[in-house]
T-cell receptor, first 117, second 115 residues
């Protein structure tokens, strides 16, 4: 069975601080996909990134970066120089299998990030 | 282009009544998902439609829940004889379904309150 654990529930930082959101996953499949979604106060889930199990390259997109390590089953998300607009709930998610398979998402419980001015 | 839309945005109903929630996926997306978000359970998968294949209903919590997708586009989630524990935000997502497509795009959700 697949499982995603986001041990941090709430994080509060001051603007311009760096912050890392942790995600640990469990799966028996060798092919799987990992995702991060952002849920701002407006409520709509916004897709941020996808990684597949065969690509451990870290990724950077502006102030966002992701560190995928299969050895520790982790897919952590770092926000550099945080801003108030980053305040949201962040979800890590996992899906198993190839394209065309079910691909339902298993979500972690989410991390509430508050960035104070 | 237009995103996933859901209606109504809010629904208040009395315990025991039936409700229907609607989802309009992104045009051209063949895969459609329903999820539920509640304080106690977090985000849970409910059901998945892909093209003309039989839906995956493995996440439906009881036989009071059902969903259909007409014409490969709009989907309706029906909850019969609603209970207070059904109160949650019901989210719909769609995906292109083609090779290399993995991201699901979510609608704004329907907040259901059962009194």
């Amino acid at each position: 069975a697949q499982k995603v654990t986001q041990a941090q529930t709430e994080i509060s930082v001051v603007e311009k601080e760096d912050v890392t959101l942790d995600c640990v996953y469990e799966t028996r499949d060798t092919t799987y996909y990992l995702f991060w979604y952002k849920q701002p106060p407006s409520g709509e889930l916004v897709f941020l990134i996808r990684r597949n199990s065969f690509d451990e390259q870290n990724e950077i997109s502006g102030r966002y970066s992701w560190n995928f390590q299969k050895s520790t089953s982790s897919f952590n998300f770092t926000i550099t120089a945080s801003q108030v607009v980053d305040s949201a709930v962040y979800f890590c998610a996992l899906s198993e299998g190839y394209t065309g398979a079910n691909s339902k998402l298993t979500f972690g419980k989410g991390i509430t990030l508050s960035v104070r001015p | 282009g237009a995103g996933v839309s859901q209606s109504p945005s809010n629904k208040v109903t009395e315990k025991g009544k039936d409700v229907e929630l609607r989802c309009d996926p992104i045009s051209g997306h063949t895969a459609l998902y329903w999820y539920r978000q509640s304080l106690g359970q977090g985000l849970e998968f409910l059901i998945y439609f892909q093209g003309n294949s039989a839906p995956d209903k493995s996440g439906l919590p009881s036989d009071r829940f059902s969903a259909e997708r007409t014409g490969g586009s709009v989907s309706t989630l029906t909850i019969q004889r609603t209970q207070q524990e059904d109160s949650a935000v019901y989210l719909c997502a769609s995906r292109t379904g083609g090779a290399g497509s993995y991201e699901q795009y979510f609608g704004p959700g329907t907040r259901l309150t059962v009194t």
